[in-house]
């Protein structure tokens, strides 16, 4: 594998990124999740809103953490000369550090951007995990801690994953892991961890977000995993549910022509972000006429969820 240097300080020495051994975990995983994903018979199943480096992150996440590694890592530390690493925020199940949720993802860039925010579920999964088994020091043994426990479901989910998938199909595909790995003893788990992100019951493939979960696992919604101090997003946190969704008016393309449709907005997730607020036509512009971009029309809903770690909401 070629490796680089990389201009880790301004106007200062490069840094190899061979002695990053987070960044060698990160690109050897990229061959685990392109041939595992959608069959032995494709290699060209990600594009679109998909995890690649996402996965392949929270691989680096894994290989390099220890019994003592805190709540709160950076990716590319040291080649950045960051301690805050090269994502856009550290990976923090604390809301303080890292506040992204499923709709914001979509004004990341692609694939880097959108791939953190899905790792920082799984990282969210992982220190979960760890709460509730352990610490696994053997990390060939899959059963030996919550730390393997997480990886053999990030693996499972791999493979059980249709081609092109987006976040939703993702999801679901760990949910499946944990039925075939742990007779689902995990579930709620890993329904809490998705839906505090907004990978949610109803969240929808396209950055739609969604912070329900399914009935009986509201007593884990905001997740309590972290020892100490709950960690959740901020109290009486207030979101917009838009259900029914319809592009209004419906068949509307920009000023560009019919080819320039909600669907190509839709297709490349920083589309609405960077044009959708510009070439109007039939008197809007993608973000108003596309549900894709959070417009369109339906019955909407402002939801206010107040988050009591251990209770239900």
Same mark, same amino acid.
């Given at each position: 594998?070629?490796?680089?240097?990389?201009?880790?300080?301004?106007?200062? !020495?490069?840094?190899?990124?061979?002695?990053?051994?987070?960044? /060698?975990?990160?690109?050897?995983?990229?061959? &685990? *999740?392109?041939?595992? %994903?959608?069959?032995?018979?494709?290699?060209?199943? &990600?594009?679109?809103?998909?995890?690649?480096?996402?996965?392949?992150?929270?691989?680096?996440?894994?290989?390099?953490?220890?019994?003592?590694?805190?709540?709160?890592?950076?990716?590319?530390?040291?080649?950045?000369?960051?301690?805050?690493? /090269?994502?856009?925020?550290?990976?923090? =199940?604390?809301?303080? /550090?890292?506040?992204?949720?499923? $709709?914001?993802?979509?004004?990341?860039?692609? =694939?880097?951007?959108?791939?953190?925010?899905?790792?920082?579920?799984?990282?969210?999964?992982?220190?979960?995990?760890?709460?509730?088994?352990?610490?696994?020091?053997?990390?060939?043994?899959?059963?030996?801690?919550?730390?393997?426990?997480?990886?053999?479901?990030?693996?499972?989910? &791999?493979?059980?994953?249709?081609?092109?998938? @987006?976040?939703?199909? *993702?999801?679901?595909?760990?949910?499946? $892991?944990?039925?075939? &790995?742990?007779?689902?003893?995990?579930?709620?788990? /890993?329904?809490?961890?998705? $839906? #505090?992100?907004?990978?949610?019951?109803?969240?929808?493939?396209?950055?739609?977000?969604?912070?329900?979960? =399914? =009935?009986?696992?509201?007593?884990? #919604?905001?997740?309590?995993?972290?020892?100490?101090?709950?960690?959740?997003?901020?109290?009486?946190?207030?979101?917009?549910?838009?259900?029914?969704?319809? @592009?209004?008016?419906?068949?509307?393309?920009?000023?560009?022509?019919?080819?320039?449709?909600?669907?190509?907005?839709? $297709?490349? *997730?920083?589309?609405?972000? %960077?044009?959708?607020?510009?070439?109007?036509?039939?008197?809007?512009? !993608?973000?108003?006429?596309?549900?894709?971009?959070?417009?369109?029309?339906?019955?909407?809903?402002?939801?206010?969820?107040?988050?009591?770690?251990?209770?239900?909401?």
């Amino acid at each position: 594998m070629q490796m680089y240097l990389w201009n880790g300080y301004s106007g200062g !020495a490069k840094l190899d990124s061979s002695f990053d051994s987070g960044v /060698i975990a990160h690109e050897y995983c990229h061959g &685990l *999740s392109i041939r595992l %994903t959608g069959g032995p018979s494709t290699s060209s199943c &990600l594009s679109g809103e998909q995890a690649g480096e996402g996965w392949s992150d929270f691989c680096a996440l894994f290989v390099t953490a220890t019994s003592s590694t805190g709540f709160t890592r950076a990716m590319g530390a040291y080649i950045y000369a960051s301690k805050n690493g /090269i994502r856009p925020k550290p990976y923090s =199940p604390d809301f303080s /550090i890292n506040p992204y949720t499923y $709709a914001q993802a979509k004004n990341l860039s692609n =694939p880097h951007g959108i791939g953190f925010f899905f790792a920082s579920c799984l990282w969210d999964l992982y220190l979960g995990m760890v709460q509730l088994y352990g610490y696994g020091e053997d990390k060939y043994n899959p059963n030996s801690g919550g730390n393997t426990k997480t990886f053999q479901l990030v693996v499972q989910g &791999l493979k059980n994953q249709v081609c092109t998938p @987006d976040f939703v199909e *993702s999801r679901d595909a760990i949910i499946l $892991a944990d039925q075939q &790995l742990y007779g689902g003893a995990n579930v709620c788990l /890993i329904w809490g961890v998705f $839906a #505090r992100r907004g990978l949610g019951l109803n969240a929808v493939g396209g950055y739609v977000e969604d912070f329900d979960v =399914p =009935p009986g696992c509201n007593n884990l #919604r905001c997740v309590q995993f972290w020892g100490g101090t709950p960690v959740a997003p901020p109290p009486d946190y207030t979101y917009t549910k838009i259900t029914g969704c319809t @592009d209004n008016p419906i068949g509307w393309y920009d000023s560009d022509g019919p080819t320039y449709n909600c669907a190509w907005y839709g $297709a490349v *997730s920083t589309r609405c972000s %960077t044009y959708g607020g510009s070439y109007p036509n039939f008197g809007k512009t !993608a973000k108003q006429a596309c549900c894709v971009c959070g417009g369109g029309t339906g019955t909407s809903q402002v939801v206010t969820v107040t988050l009591t770690c251990g209770s239900s909401t």
